[in-house]
Structure formats: structure tokens, C-alpha cells
């Protein structure tokens, strides 16, 4: 048999990637036991979105086994062996807000995670790709010591500067910096996974992940910028804005169009190799941007406060330079830009929030 093995399989990119491989393999095993309702409350309950993928996918089987533990995760491993052909590890512990509080829970799911997931691919399908969700906090707040200049409605960098056509690329240095607890957890998974490459030989990618959005995404207050965000336009429920006068700026990318990199890289994979994957400068808005965006599709004028206080480690601007990946698969582009996706955002929800009524 042909398997992919997907953790945090209801997330947002793990249940894109489940829709997406559905068709691609013989059969799908999720990992995910909701952990995001512990981080996040029922807001960010992924529940929902595993029964779908079960009513939906007949090829999908679902494990709610904990990463952090190795006795959970080795039955599964041994059971499907070499049948393996991918790991996707999309599981995670995704806010660097909420990672301060339990530094330990922070750093047991995303760093320890990971590891048990690399050696149980090691031990048991070595010849599997194994590709790994990273972040763009892995820089630390390096963004935000660039030349950035102030604009009506956002921060941009100087057109002069190299990054100003693509964004920022792979070279950026992750040391000497402040990451947050959450960014410094995903660079000891990140380091690691390039290392299993490079010192065992194994088939690793690591996609260094700017906004990543989509309409399956269950959107709270500490993580899913644009989907908590077209949440609150939807509700009329207050939305906070932490800083920089809302013109911070994220590239944004949609989970489709993440997991369609996955599928080129699966394809033809290279070891330990290291990607930034954000929606560049195709798909970007700043805060203000996105607040008007939202009014316009949804028809209402949001309710949103202000504070003087930035998240910390947060970034004032950042953008994706996608041309390493788009140099090593040249057949892969984006698909949706901002707009389509927040209509799919703004659609997915209405009829979520229609339902709990």
C-alpha cells in the first residue's frame, strides 16, 4: 500500500492536505487529538472539521494520539511500516502568545513532537518523505531591524533594499535574535528535521510558513489572523489590534496552494532542504487591509479597538521570497489570491456560525 501519515490532520493544513492526497494514496491516517480546543477554547476546536473528514473521505482512518508520546505513536508506526510513503507533520502548538504560559506543553508538542516523529519515520518507513510545517518566526523579530517606511495604510520596505521585489528569503539568520518561546520550540523542530536530512540521509523538507490561511481554518483570538478576523466581521464580536499603528504586514497564503508545494516536493524530494512558503508578493495586506477587505465582503463595518502595545516578537512587516521553491519546481504557482481566499473564508464561516445557531 501506498500511505501518508498527516499530523494535526483536522488543522487547517492538515485537512487540506487529507482532501488533497485523498485521491493520491491508498490510505490516509490522521493524527490529531484537538489539543487547539485546549490551547484556544471552543473556538478553536478542530472537532468539527474531523467528523467532515471522516463522513467525507472513505480512505481516511483517524488515531487521536498525543505526539508528544512515543508509546502512542510507535503501535501506529509498526502497524504500517514501509507502507509509509509520506509523513506530513503539521501538528503543532501555533501561538506565540499562548506558548509564554506553558513554555513546557509549548516546547513538548512542537520541538519534542517533532523529534518522536522523525525517529518513528527513521525506525520504522526511512525511505518515507517527511515534511515538516515550520514558521517564519524561526527569524525571530530579524524582520523588523530592516528599512521599513511608513505608508497611509501599511509598512513597506525600501524600495531599494533586495528584499523589496520577493520578500525575504531562506538566508536570513535565525540566531542572535528574539523569537518568542513558540519560534525558538519551532527552531529546535526545524533545525532538527534539516538535521535528520543531513545526517542520516532522509527524505526531509521544511516549509518555513508565513500567514497560512484557508476557509477549513477554526480561527481564535490567538491564532488565524484572517479567519478570526472575518469571524469577528461576521458576528460583530471586538477585534483588538496590538500595535504598529494596524499596519503590520503578513503575505498570506492559501492552505491549498501550501499543500500543492507539499505534493511537489513529495514528488520529487530533496534531503534536508529548507523553503520559505508564504503567499508573497501575490497575495499580502497589512492589518488595515485586511479590516477593510473583510467590510467589504461581508457588508459590515467591523468593531475593533486599538493598542499601543505590539504582541512581543511580533512583526512589523513580512513577505515570502518564494524563488528557491519556485527555481527547484518550476510547475508550482499560487492559485488563490487574497481576495478569493477571504470570500472563502467569509463563506465557510457564515455557514459554520449558521449551523451553531
Known amino acids: 500500500m501506498n500511505i501518508a501519515l498527516v499530523t494535526g490532520s483536522a488543522g487547517l493544513i492538515g485537512s487540506e492536505a487529507v482532501a488533497f492526497f485523498a485521491d493520491k494514496f491508498d490510505l490516509i491516517i490522521g493524527i490529531?487529538?484537538?489539543?487547539?480546543?485546549?490551547?484556544?477554547?471552543?473556538d478553536?476546536?478542530?472537532?468539527?472539521?474531523?467528523?467532515?473528514?471522516?463522513?467525507?473521505?472513505?480512505?481516511?482512518?483517524?488515531?487521536?494520539?498525543?505526539?508528544?508520546?512515543?508509546?502512542?505513536?510507535?503501535?501506529?508506526?509498526?502497524?504500517?511500516?514501509?507502507?509509509?510513503?509520506?509523513?506530513?507533520?503539521?501538528?503543532?502548538?501555533?501561538?506565540?502568545?499562548?506558548?509564554?504560559?506553558?513554555?513546557?506543553?509549548?516546547?513538548?508538542v512542537n520541538a519534542v513532537g517533532t523529534l518522536n516523529l522523525l525517529e518513528m519515520t527513521r525506525l520504522h518507513c526511512p525511505e518515507a518523505v517527511f515534511i515538516f510545517t515550520s514558521t517564519n518566526k524561526v527569524y525571530g523579530d530579524n524582520p523588523n531591524y530592516l528599512p521599513l517606511i511608513e505608508t497611509e495604510t501599511r509598512w513597506e520596505i525600501d524600495q531599494d533594499h533586495k528584499y523589496f521585489k520577493n520578500g525575504i528569503d531562506e538566508e536570513m539568520s535565525l540566531d542572535h535574535t528574539k523569537h518568542s518561546i513558540f519560534g525558538a520550540s519551532k527552531v529546535a523542530a526545524d533545525v532538527m528535521v534539516q538535521e535528520y536530512g543531513r545526517y542520516f540521509g532522509m527524505k526531509t523538507g521544511v516549509f518555513r510558513g508565513g500567514c497560512l490561511t484557508g476557509p477549513n481554518h477554526s480561527g481564535a483570538q490567538l491564532h488565524g489572523?484572517?479567519?478570526?478576523?472575518?469571524?469577528?466581521?461576521?458576528?460583530g464580536n471586538q477585534y483588538t489590534i496590538f500595535g504598529y499603528k494596524g499596519k503590520q504586514v503578513r503575505d498570506n497564503i492559501h492552505s491549498w496552494d501550501l499543500v500543492n508545494m507539499f505534493w511537489h516536493f513529495y514528488q520529487n524530494p530533496r534531503a534536508g532542504e529548507v523553503y520559505n512558503a508564504g503567499g508573497g508578493r501575490f497575495a499580502n495586506c497589512s492589518m488595515l487591509e485586511a479590516i477593510a477587505l473583510c467590510e467589504e465582503i461581508s457588508g459590515n463595518k467591523m468593531n475593533y479597538q486599538y493598542s499601543e502595545t505590539a504582541r512581543s516578537g511580533d512583526h512589523i512587516w513580512y513577505i515570502s521570497d518564494l524563488t528557491k521553491f519556485k527555481a527547484h519546481y518550476p510547475?508550482?504557482?499560487?492559485?488563490?489570491?487574497?481576495?478569493?481566499?477571504?470570500?472563502?473564508?467569509?463563506?465557510?464561516?457564515?455557514?459554520?456560525l449558521a449551523l451553531v445557531k
Open 331 to 352: 510547475d508550482w504557482n499560487w492559485t488563490y489570491d487574497l481576495k478569493q481566499t477571504m470570500i472563502q473564508i467569509h463563506d465557510s464561516m457564515a455557514a459554520r
Open 44 to 108: 478553536g476546536s478542530t472537532e468539527w472539521n474531523r467528523n467532515r473528514l471522516a463522513d467525507t473521505y472513505a480512505t481516511y482512518k483517524h488515531y487521536a494520539a498525543d505526539i508528544r508520546e512515543v508509546p502512542q505513536l510507535e503501535p501506529i508506526f509498526q502497524e504500517y511500516g514501509s507502507d509509509i510513503k509520506l509523513v506530513l507533520h503539521t501538528a503543532a502548538q501555533p501561538s506565540h502568545d499562548w506558548a509564554a504560559r506553558e513554555p513546557f506543553t509549548d516546547f513538548g
Open 225 to 235: 489572523f484572517l479567519s478570526y478576523l472575518m469571524k469577528c466581521a461576521i458576528t
Open 32 to 42: 490529531d487529538n484537538n489539543m487547539r480546543q485546549y490551547f484556544f477554547g471552543a
